[in-house]
């Protein structure tokens, strides 16, 4: 198991809608831990390497509705 942790900013606060889409992301294999910032409008999110990659984490949080700014940062 290799962890990464990835963190993305958004624009607009999550509304209740998106906070229960990204709490199924919870329940993805190889997602450890999402931990938002609301100060700085991040999402800092851990996951299992040898499961998942940096795409797949962004397509999950689109999905769920968090409306991502741009590219995650490192």
Known sequence: ???VEIS???ETSPDE????GIDNIRDVYGIRRLKFN????????EY????LNPATIESLLRQ?????Q?????
Do not use: C, F, I, Q
């Open 1 to 3: 198991m290799t962890n």
């Open 8 to 10: 993305y900013h958004y």
């Open 17 to 20: 809608a998106v906070m229960r």
């Open 38 to 45: 609301e100060k700085l409008r991040s999402l800092a999110v």
């Open 48 to 51: 299992d390497a040898t499961r």
């Open 64 to 68: 769920a509705g968090l409306d991502l």
């Open 70 to 74: 741009e590219k995650p940062m490192s």
